[in-house]
């Protein structure tokens, strides 16, 4: 059962590499065609940009094949000694929390090395030193309280209920929709400061496209983004009663009033379609899968490892394997993810009209360096959102000329 697993996260590290290699070849020959909705400068800056972070992904990939061999051959029995005379739900916690402090100190230096070498030769860092750091204390802390929390939850259902993987996944999913409520009044004003937005008559503006499109929210904010990064970016969070606009100061400072407008239109198709509701019911569906299987680890399989099958170690296993049972529902997310932007592009063309979408969504790729070409393995595993050309297109914009050839090839991501 070792070997099995060991095969198959071999195979799982070999596939994502390849995804690096061939975007980092594809994007390197293809920074030498005619620059696409960028200026030439923008144009080689974003591609090597690009690159950069295709190249510390697959030393991260690597690191992360080390981290699982780690592990699996030795980390698991140590942390199943440190935790052998404690109760199950103590040694739950101990262990659950030693397993992250151990990956987040090993992950630490490539969070580091991207947010102040290759973040700032390319001109989006605004962090410094002592903000990271703080933001690396509070993000610890939050992540150990609330993993403490759960594997306690967990280590109790498992030795008292019956049927206990189930009614763990159910804790879990409830945690999940209780943080999509939290996060935008609790936890995102822990890193970032929100303040109302000043402007009246874009506020007004704004509260009327709400109201045009029936969306009720506790208020439209601006997020201080610009004191860590230089990108533009805006978004609806929250459920029920806790949703509120969020509007990024950069992207205040970069699009006109009537841009912005047709952005927060494209956000509001994703309320109007209820796309949150969505990924929180497929993100249910895929975890409740993960949870069976949690569930019914056999026990040959400890027997190997040299462990006791106790809650703690089930929960470790469950961490350790689930970045490789998320990459194989990764196509089928990002497919669903892929629709839903074309559908919430069309709601906002009935809301806005397209003329504004179509430069805003110029302005993003230019201003955040999103270059807009990859290859498709990229775009078939990890693009979220369509290619930016394709988008535009779709948007009836006239100035997208392209033979066969560069259509095929310009399949870019815009995060908006």
């Known amino acids: 059962m070792v070997q099995a697993l060991s095969i198959i996260f071999f195979l799982y590290v070999i596939i994502k590499v390849y995804i690096s290699v061939m975007q980092i070849g ?6 030498d065609m005619s620059p696409v909705l960028m200026k030439p400068s923008t144009w080689m800056k974003s591609a090597r940009y690009l690159i950069a972070n295709e190249r510390l992904k697959i030393v991260e990939t690597l690191v992360e094949y080390g981290l699982f061999i780690f592990w699996l051959s030795w980390g698991i029995r140590w942390l199943d000694t440190m935790t052998w005379n404690m109760e199950p739900i103590w040694q739950a916690v101990l262990a659950v929390d030693l397993f992250l402090i151990v990956n987040y100190i090993v992950e630490l230096p490539f969070s580091i090395y991207k947010t102040f070498v290759i973040d700032e030769r390319f001109k989006f860092n605004h962090s410094t030193p002592e903000l990271f750091i703080k933001d690396q204390i509070k993000g610890g802390l939050l992540t150990l309280a609330v993993a403490s929390v759960l594997s306690a939850a967990i280590a109790w259902i498992i030795v008292n209920v019956p049927m206990w993987w189930f009614f763990s996944f ?56 610009s004191k860590r990064d230089a990108r533009l970016n805006a978004y609806f969070g929250g459920l029920g009663k806790t949703k509120r606009v969020v ?11 009537n841009e912005l407008l047709a952005v927060l239109s494209h956000e509001l198709g994703h309320f109007k379609h209820r796309d949150i509701y969505k990924n929180i019911a497929m993100l249910g569906g895929i975890l409740f899968v993960g949870f069976y299987i949690f569930g019914n680890f056999p026990t040959t399989l400890f027997m190997e490892l040299g462990v006791r099958e106790t809650p703690a170690m089930l929960m470790v296993l469950f961490m350790l394997l689930i970045s490789v049972f998320l990459f194989l529902f990764m196509p089928i997310m990002s497919f669903v993810s892929r629709q839903n932007e074309y559908a919430a592009d ?21 201003e955040n360096k999103s270059f807009p070409m990859a290859h498709k393995l990229t775009i078939f595993f990890y693009h979220s959102h369509p290619p930016i050309i394709e988008r535009l297109k779709a948007l009836g914009d006239k100035s997208i000329h392209h033979d066969g050839k560069e259509d095929e090839a310009l399949k870019g991501e815009c995060s908006i």
């Open 346 to 366: 069309r709601y906002a063309v009935e809301l806005s009209g397209s003329d504004d979408l179509i430069r805003a969504l110029k302005k993003l790729v230019d």
């Open 170 to 225: 159910l804790l879990i999913f409830a945690v999940i929709v209780l943080l999509n409520l939290l996060y935008p009044t609790l936890i995102a004003p822990i890193f970032n400061k929100f303040t109302p937005l000043e402007n009246e008559a874009l506020s007004e503006k704004i509260n009327h496209l709400l109201e045009k499109s029936g969306f009720r929210s506790e208020g439209v904010y601006v997020v201080d983004a």
């Open 247 to 257: 509007v990024f100061d950069t992207l205040l400072e970069k699009l006109s009033d």
């Open 26 to 31: 594809y994007v390197t020959k293809a920074k």
